[in-house]
T-cell receptor
Framework: DTEVTQTPKHLVMGMTNKKSLKCEQH?????MYWYKQKAKKPPELMFV???????INESVPSRFSPECPNSSLLNLHLHALQPEDSALYLC????????????????FGPGTRLTVT | DQQVKQNSPSLSVQEGRISILNCDYT??????FLWYKKYPAEGPTFLIS?????DKNEDGRFTVFLNKSAKHLSLHIVPSQPGDSAVYFC????????????FGEGTQLTVNP
């Protein structure tokens, strides 16, 4: 089973709203990621969690707030977003970081299509 | 500075023929390479990968070739099928930052029946 699930599939929010994106995997992976993807562009890394701890924040604005409640779940809390934040938000997971055998394959969820109005 | 480049934004092939997607990289520290396939409105799907200690990896209709001296890799799909029509992303990583994949810009493959 290489499934990563994400909810909701689509989200429309105003600039003053607070919403959350959710991601779940049951592959026993200990690394989880948030990416942002604009049309016709490659995914851009936002955050990396390793063993439920934030290990990478790619200088993402504070209006995006990640949370990893346990090894299977990853949330992205959204507040006061801008229209330019509209994009496909992808969650991914992989085996533990920094442990042999090194495994770089990341498995992506279907994404949440976010529109900020 | 784009460290992973896919110079062909699109490729069109006939069903049954071979599709060859190319990728070049500039960072000599990259030691692991991956190909992902993406349909519209879906997340990327992992296809195949190759370690820098190999020059070829095959999985069914998909074969990835790595030429380290040229810093070039390619994905061969044979025979191509209409369902292969998608955007293909090349990605690279290095052992010391295994968490960070550097993606190319993608190539839109269209397989015509």
């Amino acid at each position: 089973d290489t499934e990563v699930t994400q909810t909701p599939k689509h989200l429309v929010m105003g600039m003053t709203n607070k919403k959350s994106l959710k991601c779940e995997q049951h592959m026993g992976h200990r690394a989880m990621y948030w990416y942002k993807q604009k049309a016709k562009k490659p995914p851009e890394l936002m955050f990396v969690y390793s063993y439920e701890k934030l290990s990478i924040n790619e200088s993402v604005p504070s209006r995006f707030s990640p949370e990893c409640p346990n090894s299977s779940l990853l949330n992205l809390h959204l507040h006061a977003l801008q229209p330019e934040d509209s994009a496909l938000y992808l969650c991914a997971s992989s085996q533990a970081l920094g442990r042999e055998p090194y495994s770089y394959e990341q498995y992506f969820g279907p994404g949440t299509r976010l529109t900020v109005t | 500075d784009q460290q992973v480049k896919q110079n062909s934004p699109s490729l069109s092939v006939q069903e049954g023929r071979i599709s060859i997607l190319n990728c070049d990289y500039t960072n000599s520290m990259f030691d692991y390479f991956l190909w992902y396939k993406k349909y519209p409105a879906e997340g990327p799907t992992f296809l195949i990968s190759i370690s820098s200690i190999k020059d070829k990896n095959e999985d069914g209709r998909f074969t990835v070739f790595l030429n380290k001296s040229a810093k070039h890799l390619s994905l061969h799909i044979v025979p191509s099928q209409p369902g292969d029509s998608a955007v293909y992303f090349c990605a690279a990583s290095e052992e010391t930052s295994g968490s960070r994949l550097t993606f190319g810009e993608g190539t839109q493959l269209t397989v015509n029946p």
